[in-house]
DNA sequence: CTAAAAATATACTAACCTGTATAGTATCGG
DNA sequence: CCGATACTATACAGGTTAGTATATTTTTAG
């Protein structure tokens, strides 16, 4: 049986060479986390779900906070790609990228690849700022941030920094709404807020 | 000594009796439940810090679960109080109400009485939407848009609605990124933004 | 075919959790 | 002073949790 062949992962920038237990461990562990809540999720559920055993997870992951970490840093890093695919794909003007974002966004949401904004969920259940998974969680926010500030700046817009604050709260708070009720609509009213306020930005710019 | 005895409580409209040690527990728990999660805040962290027993927790509050339903009441009820007498207490246009909802918003989130959105990290930590504790997370989360969406159609604003489910993302947004990062300005920022999507509301009414 | 490596099966520890049982103390109204 | 009520103190039951120890089976590589 090839069951414990390795092989790579098929998310570009993503070459690392992962058995397919321990991908397994972590898909089966974002899901879990994603609609359970990461504290209401034990190993022995993950471990029974993904049809393992706890010697085999804590073979690759060293605890749970290790294996929070990954899931985190994977489901980030998986994003970014899509959406860098996305963007790159795009030929035209230089403020088309920021314009078209929160249409992939939505795009996003609604493609097999969405499981829920992990940092958005990891930072409410570790509230504690020095906690090592709300600290990645602040990064990965922080890091998504500047992502939008650079398409500003590509955009030249004035107040880049300004626009891509505002943006992130948008995204975060349409995630968070589509969480409290899903269907509720809101990736699609926050994509024609963040319209509005692109608009203006470029206005004065 | 008057340890015992019973008094009305300050919230205008919440003139329900309790007793000191019940308001109490309910305090600290809403401390610990924002500063460390729900689901990582033990009952017999709570009767500790609030110097009493177990005993005397459970006879004011059934379960833990009945429990957190209670703060999650109370947080909402003193927020929206504390909006309303702020708001009554504007005399001018029918559009300065929902013109100075970000100012309070902000205003409110430095003031003592700010405790972090209950119903935001509760949804997170319940994801579940068959859960009690989430259910009443998304009734507060509905009903605070559709107070928003009171105050836009006084405004005379014709997309009400839409208008309201754009202010609330930026609300919860902006609440989410604060408990991320505190002091990130991201309740500033999104009153600037709230200011551009309410200006352009009121113009195409 | 053989030896190493990978994974399983199972039982266990030690800590923690919610909720209860039991008994004793403090404070109140009358 | 007395009975009722509010509260405390403490121990414990029953469950779940993260993580480990030990032994066995399966798979891989050479």
Redesign the pocket.
């Known amino acids: 049986?090839?069951?414990?062949?390795?092989y790579k992962t098929v998310y570009a920038g993503y070459n690392q060479i992962m058995?397919?237990?321990?991908q397994k461990i972590l898909k089966v562990s974002t899901d879990l986390f994603q609609s359970r809540g990461i504290?209401?999720?034990?190993?022995?559920?993950?471990?029974a779900v993904a049809?393992?055993?706890?010697?085999?997870?804590?073979?690759?992951?060293?605890?749970?906070?290790?294996?929070v970490l990954a899931v985190l840093q994977q489901s980030h890093q998986e994003f970014q790609n899509w959406m860098n695919d996305k963007l790159n794909a795009l030929s035209g003007k230089p403020d088309e990228k920021i314009q078209k974002l929160f249409e992939f966004i939505e795009e996003w949401v609604s493609s097999p690849y969405f499981t829920g904004v992990t940092f958005i969920k990891a930072s409410a259940e570790f509230p504690n700022e020095e906690n090592r998974i709300h600290q990645l969680s602040s990064q990965q926010s922080r890091e998504f941030r500047q992502f939008i500030s650079k398409l500003a700046h590509e955009a030249a817009i004035k107040d880049a920094d300004g626009l891509a604050l505002q943006l992130s709260i948008l995204f975060e708070g349409a995630v968070q709404a589509e969480q409290i009720k899903r269907g509720s609509g809101a990736i699609k009213s926050a994509k024609k807020a963040a319209k509005t306020l692109i608009d203006l930005a470029l206005k004065q710019s």
């Open positions: 049986m090839l069951r414990y062949k390795l058995s397919l237990l321990k504290n209401s999720t034990g190993v022995d559920t993950i471990v049809g393992t055993t706890k010697m085999t997870l804590y073979k690759y992951f060293t605890s749970k906070e290790e294996l």
